[in-house]
């Protein structure tokens, strides 16, 4: 993947700085420091990287039944300048959701949860807002939310918040099929249309390099990809997330990853591969 004319994969090709997580639901969370931050952009500078997404968590507190961000979010903002002081682009924020399920917004009760978590997405806008940041995804794999059309007006109104501050605005499902039942209305407010796609490759004793190739040819994405062209031409289609762990077992269902094993990158180049030759 280095930035060469002859690189094969010629859109870009970011990477996901996972610099904080939720750990539990009784508060606990952590955010990396700003030697491991900029020890991560060393290696993404040195394979080639084009752009980085940056993930944020809000996790359940159920000790104070309230939610929380998980980042720091002055220390996010140092990680951010360190991307631009070293010439990569900062493609997204992504909200993700952990340890928070729809229950939990019935503890919280819904009106207070809407304010929450409109407000908490107003912050980070707030905060990040001078990093050039093309794409704010306010919602990650939580169709609880924005599938749920008792919820799609407090989907807009986040969308509209995001937007608000300059950036362009999607929403990341868990594969294609969640955005086959999304509303229209939600549709029309996006700027692109996002998926986290995971393709299993193969259960065999012995996997190579064409066995990605072969399985990424045999899934539906790329008619995913151009049915949404079709029916909203103006809007852009993302691949907002997909990858393995270096685990033999892992591919078999990349989105779990599991494993014991790693074997030098041997089954990440063998997922990897299949991505840049068919999705290119």
């Not at 986040?158 to 209305?185: H, L, P, Q, R, W």
């Not at 190739?213 to 909203?232: M, T, V």
């Not at 762990?245 to 299949?274: C, M």
Request: aromatic share 12%.
């Amino acid at each position: 993947t280095k930035k060469t004319d002859e690189r094969i994969f010629k859109p870009n090709f970011g990477i996901s700085a996972y610099w904080g997580e939720v750990s539990d639901r009784t508060g606990g969370c952590y955010t990396s420091s700003i030697e491991n931050m900029k020890n991560d952009i060393e290696i993404w500078k040195a394979h080639g990287v084009d752009e980085v997404v940056i993930p944020l968590h809000i996790g359940y507190n159920e000790t104070f039944n309230d939610i929380f961000l998980a980042e720091n979010l002055e220390t996010i903002k140092q990680g951010c300048q360190e991307i631009i002081n070293n010439r990569l682009k900062i493609a997204c924020i992504k909200v993700h959701v952990m340890h928070l399920s729809s229950n939990d917004v019935s503890s919280i009760g819904e009106n207070d949860f809407i304010n929450k978590y409109s407000n908490m997405i107003q912050n980070i806008c707030e905060s990040l807002r001078t990093y050039n940041i093309e794409y704010f995804i306010p919602f990650n794999e939580v169709s609880w939310i924005y599938n749920n059309n008792s919820r799609k007006s407090f989907t807009l109104n986040v969308i509209d918040i995001c937007k608000s501050y300059g950036y362009k605005v999607s929403i990341s499902t868990a594969g294609a099929e969640e955005n086959f039942t999304m509303s229209t209305d939600i549709h029309n407010s996006l700027d692109a249309i996002s998926i986290n796609y995971y393709q299993p490759i193969s259960a065999k004793n012995i996997i190579k390099n064409v066995d990605g190739y072969n399985s990424w040819k045999g899934s539906n994405i790329l008619n995913f990809a151009q049915y949404f062209k079709n029916k909203y031409p103006n809007k852009e289609f993302i691949v907002s997330e997909t990858g393995v762990n270096d685990y033999k077992q892992a591919l078999i269902s990349p989105e779990l990853s599991f494993g014991t094993e790693r074997n030098e990158g041997i089954y990440q180049d063998i997922y990897l591969n299949g991505v840049f030759n068919y999705l290119n």
